[in-house]
């Protein structure tokens, strides 16, 4: 059912780094985005897939990770992201796919939940360094970097408390805490 897999779906940042994501798995979650729909239907989205531990390891250092845990600065060699897909765009086709983006990365992250796979959408990258270490042309922008992985966490949805607080947050367990709104605050009744 689509709603287990919405809230399955959580920002997963810790991984089992053993557990290898085969090439041809990455390919059919990318294949899942030309099925997306796309503004204008430009689709100006190119993805490049990155499984191999020596690149895993060099993207990694170019990424921030959970911006609310201050005192943790990102996995640790072990629970790394075991692959990445690398949201890029196309600048000849487009230079507002910021729509696109969003719909593509959750579609690769769904089709992730369903092969018992986990992610999380990371959007603060240090995009220079990595255009530079990927060797992109000039026209491609890294916009996004989708991390995967065999999720080694858990994540719970609680309900937002009476402070009105959003910021996720991790107990004695390292059990990971994201406050969502209730439904009755979603929807406007005028």
């Known amino acids: ?7 399955q779906n959580r920002s997963y940042r810790r991984f089992d780094q053993s557990h290898n994501i085969d090439l041809g798995l990455l390919e059919q979650l990318v294949e899942l ?9 430009l689709q100006p989205l190119k993805f490049m897939i990155i499984n191999t531990p020596e690149w895993c390891n060099n993207v990694f250092p170019n ?20 692959a990445y897909i690398v949201v890029l765009e196309d600048q000849r086709l487009s230079t ?12 690769i992250l769904l089709g992730a939940v369903e092969k018992g796979l986990g992610g999380c959408i990371i ?11 990927l060797n992109l042309p000039e026209y491609l ?22 402070s009105g607080s959003v910021i996720y947050w991790r107990d004695s367990e390292q059990v990971h805490h994201v406050p969502k709104r209730k439904l009755s605050e979603l929807i406007w009744r005028g």
């Open 1 to 7: 059912m689509l709603k287990d897999l919405v809230v």
């Open 33 to 41: 985005c030309r099925f997306c729909p796309s503004g204008r239907n």
């Open 63 to 82: 990424l921030a990770w959970a911006g609310y845990l201050k005192d943790w600065d990102g996995p640790v060699e072990g629970e790394r992201p075991s």
């Open 96 to 107: 507002a796919s910021q729509w696109d983006q969003g719909i593509m990365a959750q579609t």
């Open 123 to 133: 959007a603060s990258v240090k995009k220079e360094n990595l255009h530079k270490l």
């Open 141 to 162: 922008k890294v916009a996004l970097v989708i991390a995967l992985g065999k999720p080694v966490e858990k994540v719970v949805i609680d309900d937002i408390d009476d």
